[in-house]
């Protein structure tokens, strides 16, 4: 499998946008999920959001209001909106994707054990600094 790869990271202000890329996310069968998650120098893997084979988009409460998660069939592409940003989005951010029923399951809790338990292929990350 061609391995995911995030893009879209990159210096900026607060108040800006910016929109993360994850290419490559694969065939995609009956049950899957996809995620993000970022991390943060000395702090532990947030989860962010997901995406299940439904359609069903969850957002975790702390970036609820500004991040959005989506998908483009024909491209792929798994993407992460993030507006109003602040330094405290300054991070590490990864997609992930699961496959099987029991990823599926588990794709609606955003929280970094049971999201992080259904996805099992990362990519390498892209760097998100904003500064104030």
């Known amino acids: 499998q061609v391995p995911l790869l995030e893009t879209g990271g990159g210096s900026g202000q607060a108040g800006g946008s910016r929109r993360l890329s994850c290419a490559n996310v694969?065939?995609?069968?009956?049950?899957?999920?996809m995620g993000w998650f970022r991390q943060a120098p000395g702090k532990q893997r947030e989860a962010l959001a997901s995406i299940d084979s439904g359609g069903i988009t969850s957002v975790a409460d702390s970036v609820k209001d500004r991040f959005t998660i989506s998908y483009d069939n024909a491209k792929n592409t798994l993407f992460l909106q993030m507006d109003s940003l602040t330094p405290e989005d300054t991070a590490k951010y990864y997609c992930a994707v699961g496959f099987g029923v029991d990823s599926y399951l588990r794709c609606t809790t955003v929280t970094p054990d049971i999201l992080a338990g259904a996805l099992n292929t990362w990519g390498q990350g892209t760097l998100v600094t904003v500064s104030s």
């Open positions: 694969g065939y995609l069968d009956r049950n899957y999920c």
